[in-house]
């Protein structure tokens, strides 16, 4: 593979596909909640499969988000430091992670605003609010302001780390790597046990919001970056495992991701109170979203299966509005009552309706304001810009 490929290679279906079923997985969690949370079984003849994890956990498409997003961002990262391309631009870098997010972001933000000044659906923020929600100044608790759309209590966290890259990037290269590894695993656990001492007793969701700042999640997005190196090193040495291996290392990561799903379901009751469980499973499960990523990159059949279809893919695209869309959608819904008339379980029914209206939003979206940011952002030829791209596996494969 020559030095440039790595850097401006097209886009590698399969992960958008993942991404695309981890913005429909937290959609589908937040609707299994909103309908009344309840087992969710499956009797096959004798036995009953318990699949409420599925349901229950699928606020886990952040890891997968987070992970993702740090394996991606890595990649050009890593080719410089491989000696694969020149340095990105810093500069360029940040432009283009603001124009990710900020703009649609904010057209949500004038839509909320709109919506609760005009027609008094939802509720018109303080100055202090809107001030805190403009400059993403949400999430930290009594230091910050609450954020008007939930759910993005997530994107300080990204842009935190989208500051700390480019320092921890420094650390992806031969023999450093390992110093990196060890960073992220003490910064977690140095973090998470001293920030949970003296928030033992509090409320719940002051727990979350003290536990779940970056350096509490610095482990995942620390395995995403060495995936990405991997990944990147192999690639240039043209010894990326064969399919075979691939699929092997896909079924494992998926299976001790889905294993870690299990073992978090049957321990919630305690999990805020100090199980165990509250100080390792991000880092396992970004670990296991890691092993996921590279054979995915590298070529795994089943992954390619499971998540390069057009449909999955076509959510990856706008995952990003299907993330911020969703949960205002169910709110107003309910508002309306628009399920209330539904005799029984309601999630069958407010899952196709909830999806579709999200998915239409997220294509407006997507057309009218990301995909004109992002073009603004492709201007420059600078490989720095090249962040969200990852080398098809054929293009590395030895010659």
Do not use: K
């Not at 349901?55 to 890595?74: K, M, N, P, R």
């Not at 430091?81 to 810093?90: E, I, T, Y």
């Not at 230091?143 to 966290?157: F, R, S």
């Amino acid at each position: 593979m020559s030095d440039a490929r790595l850097a401006t290679a097209a886009e590698l279906p399969t992960l958008t596909g993942l991404r695309g079923f981890a913005a429909l997985w937290v959609l589908v969690y937040h609707l299994w909640a909103d309908a009344g949370p309840r087992l969710m079984t499956l009797e096959v003849g004798t036995h009953v499969l318990d699949l409420t994890p599925l349901f229950s956990c699928g606020w886990a498409g952040v890891d997968i988000f987070f992970t993702l997003s740090a394996f991606l961002l890595s990649l050009p990262f890593a080719s410089w430091q491989l000696g694969g391309a020149p340095r990105p631009s810093l500069r360029v870098f940040w432009l283009r992670r603001v124009l990710r997010i900020v703009p649609a972001y904010y057209a949500q933000l004038g839509v909320l605003l709109v919506l609760a000044g005009a027609f008094g659906i939802g509720t018109w923020p303080g100055i202090g609010q809107l001030l805190g929600n403009l400059a993403l100044w949400t999430n930290f608790g009594p230091y910050g302001a609450a954020p008007m759309n939930p759910v993005t209590y997530t994107l300080p966290i990204e842009f935190c780390f989208y500051l700390l890259l480019p320092l921890l990037a420094l650390l992806l290269r031969p023999r450093a790597w390992p110093l990196l590894a060890l960073l992220a695993l003490v910064t977690t656990q140095v973090y998470r046990h001293l920030m949970f001492a003296p928030i033992a007793h509090a409320e719940v969701p002051l727990r979350v919001i003290a536990m779940e700042q970056l350096p509490g999640r610095l482990d995942q997005f620390v395995a995403g970056m060495l995936a990405a190196y991997a990944y990147t090193r192999a690639a240039i040495a043209r010894r990326l495992p064969g399919a075979r291996a691939n699929d092997a290392l896909f079924l494992f990561g998926a299976g001790v991701f889905a294993a870690m799903l299990w073992l978090i379901h049957y321990n919630s009751s305690d999990y805020w109170d100090g199980n165990p469980l509250l100080f390792t499973w991000h880092g396992i499960v970004g670990v296991a979203v890691a092993l996921m990523l590279f054979a995915a990159a590298a070529g795994s059949r089943v992954a390619s299966v499971l998540f390069g279809n057009a449909l999955l893919r076509y959510l990856g695209v706008i995952s990003f509005g299907v993330y911020l869309w969703h949960f205002p959608l169910i709110h107003w819904l309910d508002a309306a009552n628009a399920f209330a008339r539904i005799d029984g379980y309601r999630l069958p029914w407010s899952l196709p309706v909830v999806l579709l209206l999200s998915c239409a939003l997220a294509d407006l979206s997507y057309r009218l304001v990301e995909r004109p940011a992002l073009r603004l952002g492709r201007r420059s030829r600078h490989p720095g810009l090249a962040t969200e791209l990852v080398p098809p596996p054929n293009a590395s494969a030895p010659g």
